[in-house]
């Protein structure tokens, strides 16, 4: 499961570098240094990321960035006209250019823009626009699918046979679609997610002796992920209860590298929520009474069924569950069992919160539903085809080929 | 001489016909998304160019809007939107995010904009007149 330490050294360089300007471009913001600082680091994050083409020997780093960057030109190439991606992001990237604060949108004006949502990549928006010398509709929302990229080559390198990677590639492809170039966040939270899975279930496997790399990733993994967007921060919380579950059945021990990892990716959030709190911003579905409507529904079978069927029936939930379940001996993986356990808390979220929505349930599924529950499904496909990779993997002239490409690398 | 059985050809062989299956899906997945958004070479090219983007990404009244606000409402003074425009949440949100930094305020601006032919009250006179909305001073 060691898979991270097989990828080439520039690519995990790449990811590295990617992950932690990207970082420091937000941080510099948040201290203020919008136009100088933030710009700087984010110019440092696009010359990384074409640093990463230097890892193009390793077949699956070359089918990654042929990925990666057919999805950043045709993001560059369509009109920015999502209704959350306007009344969202990129209005709160134009105020944060506009004004070169960070904490503009926290003034209370357009309340309907959801002002305490994070303003991470609204930052890289506002920082693309800054390079190009100036707004306008096409280029800011470029940065969700520049921002994929460190991403997929974490989970790219989670996989020994390229060919699975292609194949994880499809369902990618259909669950994130038009919200993977649009300026939507839903994708990005699915994609950052499942490399959390493949970053986590790495220190997991490698028990006491993780390895600083691991740790450091999966900071910062976690650090992107809960500033996406609010709700990714039950997906990241999922997906390290679910880890810290599966190392503690093998260790009999807390992982603390893994907390120290997760509690410091929480830290840009925290300092936002702080920021929001103090401006006196509130989130519409937190000012709700969850109570009552739960009271309220609860009893109702109904409810129950007609959430669960619309989360959980689905072909990317179904088919790749059905190949866990006929696979040797795929439970006792390491990734596929954090993967299932983060699945099944995030799915328990959400159905919390259907169950509990101010709005009408039908309307909130349907306007909803196909975006939140990427998250669970890619983690599961993930899941499934990580398996099968193992299966395959250790057929024995396969191992043979394996070893001789990794004393090559 | 008997050949020794190894399963590496047939997998080998499998997992390319996996990975150009999977490729000519996401490819075909590619080119349905990039459909569905409208992708345009076009956007592509401009894609460096202030402003770019607008028509295509905007209703026509928010655009000429912008345009109506930027030659005749001086600078840091709020605007707002008639009624049946702030009712349109569409034409409200799309407003207030493309014409910021103006900002709107439906009780203290004197500059609404309207749908054409605009408002009829004596108490609004027209500063500009456009195709599809119109720029008053109501007091």
């Known amino acids: 499961m060691l898979y991270l330490q097989s990828a080439t050294k520039r690519t995990r360089w790449a990811v590295l570098g990617m992950l932690s300007a990207v970082m420091l471009a937000y941080l510099a913001a948040a201290a203020g240094f919008v136009t100088t600082l933030s710009a700087g680091f984010l110019a440092v994050f696009l010359l990384l990321w074409l640093f990463a083409w230097a890892g193009i020997s390793d077949r699956r780093v070359l089918l990654t960035l042929v990925l990666a960057t057919a999805l950043v030109v045709l993001s560059v190439g369509v009109p920015s006209d999502g209704w959350d991606a306007r009344s969202i992001w990129l209005f709160h990237g134009k105020r944060i250019f506009v004004d070169a604060s960070l904490y503009s949108q926290l003034d209370g004006y357009a309340g309907w823009s959801q002002n305490d949502y994070p303003s991470f990549v609204p930052m890289m928006m506002a920082g693309l626009a800054r390079l190009a010398g100036g707004w306008n509709e096409l280029l800011p929302k470029v940065s969700g699918a520049l921002l994929l990229l460190p991403a997929l080559l974490v989970i790219a390198l989670g996989f020994r046979q390229t060919s699975l990677l292609g194949l994880f590639f499809v369902p990618l492809l259909m669950l994130g679609g038009v919200h993977l170039i649009n300026g939507y966040m839903d994708a990005l939270v699915a994609v950052y997610a499942t490399a959390s899975v493949v970053a986590v279930s790495g220190m997991v496997a490698s028990g006491r002796q993780t390895l600083f790399q691991y740790s450091v990733v999966y900071a910062l993994l976690t650090a992107v992920l809960v500033l996406l967007k609010n709700e990714a921060l039950v997906v990241a919380a999922a997906v390290f209860a679910a880890a810290s579950l599966a190392s ?30 103090s401006h006196n911003v509130v989130n519409d579905l937190a000012a ?48 596929v069992q954090v993967a299932l356990l983060a699945s099944s808390a995030y799915c328990a979220v959400l159905y919390i919160v259907y169950l509990s929505t101010p709005h009408d349930v039908r309307w909130h ?45 | 001489m008997k050949r020794a059985f190894t399963p590496f050809p047939t997998i080998s062989a499998a997992a390319w016909l996996v990975l150009l299956a999977s490729l000519c899906v996401a490819g075909w997945q590619l080119y349905t998304i990039g459909e569905i958004s409208r ?31 930027a030659r005749n409402v001086p600078p840091g003074a709020p605007i707002r939107l008639d009624q049946s425009l702030n009712a ?16 709107f305020s439906q009780q203290d601006a004197v500059f609404e904009i309207s749908r054409n032919p605009g408002p009829s009250s004596p ?16 007091h």
């Open chain 2, 88 to 103: 349109d949440a569409l034409m409200q949100q799309r407003m207030w995010e493309h014409l910021y930094p103006v900002r």
């Open chain 1, 288 to 335: 709700s009474n969850v109570l009552s409507q739960l009271r309220e529904r609860l009893p109702n079978v109904f409810y129950s069924v007609f959430i669960l069927e619309d989360l959980l029936l689905r072909l990317w939930v179904l088919l790749p569950l059905l190949a866990i379940v006929l696979m040797r001996g795929s439970l006792k993986m390491t990734s």
């Open chain 2, 39 to 69: 992708f345009s070479v076009e956007n592509a090219k401009s894609a460096f160019v202030p402003g770019a983007g607008r028509a295509e990404s905007l209703p026509r009244e928010v655009s000429q809007a912008a345009e109506l606000v």
């Open chain 1, 248 to 277: 503690f059945i093998r260790q009999r021990k807390l992982p603390m590298a893994m907390l120290s990892a997760f509690l410091l990716g929480l830290i840009p959030l925290v300092m936002w929520k702080w920021s929001v709190s």
């Open chain 1, 365 to 409: 599924l349907q306007t909803s539903s196909s975006r939140t529950v990427m998250p669970l499904a890619m983690m599961i496909v993930y899941a499934a085809l990580a398996s099968i990779d193992s299966q395959v993997s250790k057929l024995p002239a396969l191992n043979v080929n394996e070893r001789i490409q990794d004393d090559v690398r």
């Open chain 2, 123 to 138: 108490s609004c006179r027209i500063i500009e007149r456009g195709t599809h909305v119109v720029l008053a001073e109501c």
